[in-house]
């Protein structure tokens, strides 16, 4: 059984770096595409983009100048960063896995984490 | 960015209706839709990907259908666990894009 969990700072101070990270189990790091979205009352559910352990990246174009994803394999472990956040940014963070497959959907996900973006 | 807009924003059944949700995409994303489930406090769950393909596990009382820029999601005998919110997601473009959500409520 797939289980993810993300964690990281609640709260983050405007212009920082926000980095969270995602824990999974359950599957083989090279067997999917592991993704990020967020989700706020103003904005609803925005996808933030995924990467593959290869090194592939496909980003979100609008956040794509600010983003970055890493994966250590070590730990089952990966990662996201987002520099220069503003208040724009609060949302919850879930992590989730796109399976390899001639489809693309989020079959596993992350309970979520709530960010902040405050002084 | 394609844009995806669902309707209705909101609707009130019963058990035991039928639950059309409907999402429309401002360009063609061929079959390129997947719908999701969230309910309060919890992360989404795939129903539905490829615009009409079941998820393993979830009900054969929930269908999609569509393809291009016009879809929908059937609920065919609302049980009290699908009170919820639905979220279209098109998979076809960058950025991939959701719908703003329908939330099923009880009548």
């Known amino acids: 059984q797939m289980h993810l969990q993300e964690s990281g700072p609640g709260l983050v101070k405007p212009s920082e770096t926000l980095s969270l990270t995602c824990n999974f189990s359950?599957?083989?790091?090279?067997?999917?595409?592991w993704t990020w979205l967020r989700q706020s009352p103003g904005k609803g559910l925005e996808w933030i983009g995924y990467?593959?352990?290869?090194?592939?990246?496909n980003y979100n174009v609008h956040l794509k100048s600010r983003v970055t994803m890493s994966l250590d394999t070590s730990k089952n472990e990966f990662s996201l960063r987002l520099t220069s956040v503003t208040a724009a940014d609060t949302a919850t963070y879930y992590c989730?896995?796109?399976?390899?497959?001639?489809?693309?959907?989020?079959?596993?996900w992350g309970p979520g984490i709530v960010v902040t973006v405050s002084s | 960015d394609i844009q995806m807009t669902q309707s209705p924003s909101s609707l009130s059944a019963s058990v035991g209706d039928r639950v059309i949700i409907t999402c429309r995409s401002s360009?063609?994303?061929?079959?390129?839709l997947n719908w999701y489930q969230q309910k309060p406090g919890q992360a989404p769950k795939v129903l539905i990907y490829?615009?009409?393909i079941l998820y393993r596990g979830v009900p054969s009382r929930f269908s999609g259908s569509g393809s291009g820029t016009d879809f929908t999601l059937t609920i065919s005998g609302l049980q009290p666990e699908d009170f919820a919110t639905y979220y279209c997601?098109?998979?076809?473009?960058?950025?991939?894009?959701f719908g703003q959500g329908t939330k099923v409520e009880m009548k």
């Open positions: 989730a896995r796109l399976p390899k497959g001639e489809w693309e959907m989020l079959d596993y």
């Open positions: 359950g599957d083989s790091i090279d067997e999917s595409f």
């Open positions: 360009q063609s994303i061929k079959s390129f």
């Open positions: 997601l098109q998979t076809y473009s960058n950025p991939r894009t």
């Open positions: 990467f593959y352990y290869s090194g592939s990246t």
């Open positions: 490829g615009a009409s």
